[in-house]
């Protein structure tokens, strides 16, 4: 399938409902109205396709978008695309689609440092994210998450609201592997 062939099927399967329910959770623009049920049946149909994930993030449309991240190859994108990506977050539910997609990445720990100090509410969300998802590489010392858990501590009650939700995400993730 090509990106337009798969544009045609997610607006195909779209629906009033979650297009609703989509909005009600802050996704603004273009936006179909999949459910993860249909995305579950395109992604095993299209198993991972990294250019054509480009493709339909670059139309702009947040169900593409979700796809994309699911499709995307994560071994095979560049930083610089996680990058662009990154510059086009506009809701929670794409956020942590992204942040799921990222921790897949070999640089998802250099993202994380990185987007830790961004002073942008969404990408401080994905660098939560993504601590959480590190806290299940059993290669990592305890000793490594010390340090994220007093930043915790410290900032946890001062955070933007996504971000809180993030670090208590960590919080969790981090407790279930220590």
Known sequence: MNAEEVLTQLRTVGTEQ???TSRRHGVQGD???VSYVEFGKLKKKLKVAGPLAEELWASGNHDARVLATMIGDPAAISEQTVDS???DLDSYPITDAFGGFVARTPFAMKKMK?????????LESVAWRLLSELARDSTLPDSFFDEHLKTIER??????????????GAVIAIGGTI
């Open 18 to 20: 979650m297009r609703r």
């Open 31 to 33: 936006v179909y109205g």
């Open 85 to 87: 990506w990154s510059r």
């Open 114 to 122: 990185q987007w830790m100090k961004a002073d942008h509410e969404r």
């Open 155 to 168: 900032q946890i009650h001062t955070a933007k609201n996504r971000v809180r939700h993030s670090m208590n």
